[in-house]
């Protein structure tokens, strides 16, 4: 007997509360299950402790549309399957014809074992059991075991990425598999090639797993991806979930042809560079980097040199935007120009935030590649993100023996927290539906929409029910709570006050700025805050506020040999804290004012923080520093979206400067229009008498260039 069952939507895309239950009945009674919906040919053995199964997907049927079209013939011979595949192409002429890209050579057909079936035939459960029987004979015994001890720091790395929710937070530890939400990314042109056929180069939104093919896979397929997110937006946390698919089997999701999916992972700013500055081989690379593994170039390029038709490898390269040297980030593109095409099998995943790629810089991908843009969360998916969040809190708390004081459901906290950030519309809500309410509201659904500040969100409200008012309270609660808060609900005494120990890091975290680090060495840190400490009022040493920051709050967090913030925006946040306690002198705010158009380092995330803090004396002396006689048009257009959103992140906003630039006879027309753009954002009416005169004045000016004179005046 064979037992089939065939289905549309994918089995991880069934509501939690059913997916487990429906899995286990189709792992005991299914020999076949036909997945429809995923536009492409794969084939997968599932096996479990309830049975298993054969998962077969092809491509779509029928003869319009822009999904590929492919079907399979599957022969049954009582324990295994036999597949024919079959595609459809439109030229020259209309007809179905053998699949000739998916089985090797001479019949391209390939027969799979159906679990369960022949018991001496059982698909084993390892994840990496199918890369390693491509490379058990001989010597290549040594090549696969050097990529296991590989894979298996992977796994190690990874864990100590996503498990804490806050730094190294020990008391609330969740997967990333039980709160990972599927998310938007919308892919762009990049460089593709005009014998492309079928891309119509139009933005397509499509969900994480689904891009992968569509890139890899597609019409349009390439084998570099550049993948551009904001701060806190994930991308990360993708390439993580994407390492883990492939590392626990799971890779049809994102490879279906491939049998096997190998992955290797390198942060960008880690990579080693030869003595003309320019990375070494991606071999050597791992080599180094991982150097505890022991290791050797030979076994390493043997991962891929050796590969067969329907292995893969997947190289995810993180952060772009770390790099700090300019010309390293422009010889690390010319070295993904290079590696990224060398072999048919390698595919690579480059994460930047948009201040690191900059094509007018020179930081640009000169060969064919495909780029994609990570969306924030839609509301559907920050309200499915935060019922998995405090479900998987309950569900640690309860395994743990933890006393559970409050007894609210999952559930309700869930809709709690949802509801502070959408009140009904109704207006049933906490607070009345006021135009102050509402920006209020606005501004949190903002920060809502970006993973890693939604993830504070829940944290804090599973443990202290804190709603935020902003993205700044929102930081300064979740430091303050990381330095001290959960010791003091314990009370356990530390004997230095969280304001002493924020001011600390914050003078560490701007020097790191102007210095342009991302991580220094313990004694450079300790050097860094040695200078604040000394005035502080407190008999706990520098050696052991530096532990207390490392084993305890997990502010900091060891990094190779030295030690860095444990995420970059709270560098960013701390900094803009000492650029706020400094900020009593007009020298001063020229310095901070001389990084607005910074390309060797980026300070946006740290502007929007200032801006955030500062009063309205220091909001005018910024805006009377920043638009003097040497500012140009193009620095202002160029960061004219920066400067609207620092003046609406400011609580205090003054036109005073702003009104006397429009009298000053130094500034051209063109920067004063910048002027008349920021009062317009500021829109208070103590202006208007200044823009009006101004508008006179300029209205009888004989001026050398008509269209930007008309330009201000209908501004």
């Known amino acids: 007997d064979l037992t089939i069952a065939l289905f549309h939507d994918q089995l991880d895309w069934w509501s939690p509360i059913e997916q487990s239950d429906i899995e286990a009945k189709i792992e005991a009674s299914v020999d076949l299950l036909l997945q429809g919906h995923y536009h492409q040919t794969s084939t997968k053995s599932i096996v479990s402790a309830n049975g298993g199964y054969l998962k077969l997907a092809a491509g779509a049927a029928y003869q319009t549309g822009s999904w590929s079209k492919a079907a399979m013939y599957v022969t049954f011979d009582g324990s295994g399957v036999t597949i024919f595949p079959i595609r459809y192409e439109d030229r020259p002429k209309e007809r179905w014809t053998l699949d000739t890209s998916l089985y090797p050579s001479p019949d391209y057909t390939e027969r799979f074992e159906i679990p369960g079936k022949d018991a001496s035939c059982q698909v084993g459960s390892s994840p990496s059991s199918a890369c390693n029987t491509a490379m058990c004979d001989g010597s290549a015994l040594r090549v696969k075991k050097s990529y296991e001890r590989y894979g298996e720091a992977l796994i190690n790395l990874f864990s100590q990425f996503a498990p804490p929710e806050v730094g190294d937070y020990p008391d609330i530890e969740i997967p990333l598999a039980e709160v990972f939400v599927d998310l938007d990314i919308s892919e762009q042109n990049g460089k593709v090639d005009d014998r492309d056929k079928g891309y119509d180069g139009k933005t397509k939104t499509l969900k994480q797993d689904a891009l992968l093919q569509e890139i890899f896979h597609g019409n349009a397929r390439t084998r570099v991806l550049l993948l551009i997110g904001d701060p806190g937006s994930g991308k990360t946390t993708l390439l993580q979930h994407y390492a883990m698919l492939c590392l626990e089997g799971s890779h049809g999701r994102l490879f279906p042809e491939a049998d096997c999916v190998r992955v290797v992972f390198i942060e960008l700013r880690n990579l080693i560079y030869d003595d003309r500055n320019r990375p070494v081989p991606l071999a050597e690379q791992i080599v180094g980097i991982y150097s505890a593994l022991g290791l050797s170039a030979d076994e390493v390029g043997l991962w891929w040199r050796e590969m067969g038709k329907t292995e893969s490898v997947l190289v995810l390269l993180d952060g772009l935007d770390e790099v700090t040297e300019l010309e390293k980030r422009q010889a690390i593109c010319r070295w993904i120009d290079d590696e990224g095409h060398a072999y048919c099998h390698r595919f690579f995943i480059v994460t930047t935030r948009r201040t690191g790629y900059v094509t007018s810089d020179g930081v640009v991908l000169q060969r064919k590649h495909r780029e994609a843009i990570l969306n924030d969360l839609d509301v559907g998916q920050q309200r499915d993100f935060m019922l998995k969040w405090f479900r998987a809190a309950a569900k640690f708390t309860k395994e743990r023996g933890f006393t559970i004081h409050d007894n609210t459901s999952p559930e309700d906290k869930a809709k709690e927290l949802y509801n502070y950030l959408y009140p009904d519309e109704d ?47 929102l930081y300064k609660v979740v430091i303050d709570y990381l330095l001290h808060g959960r010791d003091n609900a314990r009370q356990i005494p530390y004997g230095i006050a969280p304001e002493q120990s924020a001011r ?66 709270f560098q960013e946040y701390l900094a803009s804290r ?30 929007k923080f200032y801006f955030a803090q500062i009063d309205a004396d220091v909001f005018d002396s910024f805006m009377d520093q920043l638009f003097n006689p040497e500012i140009t048009t193009e620095v202002l257009s160029r960061k004219l979206q920066l400067m609207k959103t620092l003046i609406r992140e400011s609580p205090e906003c003054s036109t005073g400067a702003l009104c006397r630039k429009l009298k000053e006879p130094q500034l051209s027309l063109g920067v004063q229009w910048y002027v008349l753009d920021c009062l317009e954002v500021i829109n208070k009416p103590a202006a208007l008498d200044a823009v009006r005169d101004f508008y006179n004045r300029v209205k009888e000016l004989s001026a050398d260039d008509e269209v930007v004179r008309q330009r201000v005046l209908d501004k």
């Not at 920060?447 to 944290?459: D, E, F, N, S, T």
């Not at 008999?539 to 900091?556: A, E, P, Q």
């Open 427 to 473: 207006g049933r809500g906490e607070e009345k539906n006021t135009e102050e309410a509402g920006k209020k509201k606005k501004g949190l659904q903002e920060i809502a929409c970006i993973p890693l500040l939604l993830k504070m969100m829940a944290l804090l409200y599973q443990l202290r029910r804190f709603k935020p008012d902003s993205r700044i309270d």
């Open 504 to 569: 600390v890091l914050a003078l560490l975290a701007y020097t790191m700025h102007i210095e342009m680090r991302l991580d220094h060495s313990e004694g450079r840190m300790k050097e860094i805050m040695e200078s604040r400490f000394q005035s502080l009022n407190t008999k706990v040493g520098l050696d052991t506020f530096f532990d207390f920051m490392v084993n305890r709050s997990g502010m900091l967090k060891p990094y190779a040999n030295a030690y860095r913030f444990w995420h970059k925006t």
């Open 578 to 607: 000492e650029m706020v306690r400094c900020s009593r002198s007009d020298d001063f705010i020229r310095s901070i004012v001389q990084h607005y158009d910074d390309r060797k380092w980026e300070w946006d995330e740290t502007l």
